[in-house]
């Protein structure tokens, strides 16, 4: 069996051509104004700083402008609360990214909750959430709503379908969960503590790896035929599954690299757009 390459990075690609038209067509009705996402970057990270820098990247790629916030890592909850306000309620910026983790000392889901729902672009608000897990109209969290097109661009059913998404995190697991309930896959989430995980992942048609350990999903705990998604990244280029084996027998799989990843970044674009869209179409 070939098992089809869920190509992320070509599909961002395509995608970028298309938001380019978007944002053209955006700046001959309004003027010349253009879609502008606000990156906030607390601290000298130097992973975060390579994410924003790829985010700023992607911004110019379609045409958008991106305004970059950097705090000091002795940055408080309540001055970033105060940036926050002042992004929220400037007229000029559609979308605004906090990039995760901040410090320690910073109380970063009272942040996230901060950000105004119409330019949570990247979907990491509890309001967010809850709006987007009762099929309301909300900006979905960036990396399930990437993998969420990759699947719908391939073709992937989804409907009737037992989807298994191992790991719960805020900003990916469990939306991510809730993403495929709404198409009507029943879902069973998992962690690392989950009892008798590799016979739960058996049973799996969709496998969705979300629990940041290198590999931590082995292959022969996956069943033939099965779609699996990794959406983890570590050193040394693999993800959260052990992918190698699973060429042959899945029936489609994502990369690592090029698989999920390109499609988080191009899903926070996107939805830049639309919330410029919005405000200035």
Request: contains cysteine.
């Amino acid at each position: 069996m070939s098992a089809i390459l869920l190509d992320g990075k070509s599909l961002a690609g395509k995608s970028e051509a298309e938001l380019l038209q978007r944002v053209d067509a955006l700046k001959g009705k309004s003027g010349g104004k253009t879609p502008i996402l606000a990156t906030i970057l607390v601290g000298d990270d130097p992973a975060s700083a390579t994410y924003v820098k790829m985010k700023g990247n992607a911004c110019r790629r379609v045409g958008m402008d991106s305004l970059a916030v950097e705090m000091p890592s002795t940055t408080t909850t309540e001055e970033l609360l105060a940036k926050i306000d002042v992004l929220n309620t400037d007229p000029d910026v559609h979308g605004i990214l906090l990039q995760h983790p901040v410090p320690e000392q910073i109380d970063e889901r009272a942040c996230f909750d901060a950000i105004a729902l119409g330019k949570d672009v990247d979907g990491v608000t509890c309001l967010g959430f809850g709006r987007m897990a009762m099929g309301e109209d909300a900006y979905g969290c960036a990396t399930p709503q990437g993998i969420m097109r990759i699947l719908e661009h391939y073709g992937i059913a989804i409907e009737g379908k037992h989807a298994v998404v191992v790991g719960r995190s805020p900003i990916l697991g469990k939306p991510m969960a809730m993403m495929l309930l709404q198409k009507n896959a029943t879902v069973t989430i998992c962690h690392s503590r989950t009892r008798n995980l590799p016979s739960i992942i058996a049973q799996a048609d969709i496998l969705v790896g979300a629990v940041g350990k290198p590999e931590f999903i082995r292959a022969d705990w996956v069943k033939d035929g099965a779609v699996v998604v990794d959406a983890g990244y570590h050193p040394g280029g693999v993800g959260d599954i052990e992918l190698g084996p699973l060429a042959e027998r899945a029936s489609a799989y994502t990369p690592v690299p090029g698989g999920v990843g390109p499609m988080t970044i191009n899903t926070l674009i996107m939805q830049s757009v639309e919330s410029g869209e919005k405000s200035l179409g």
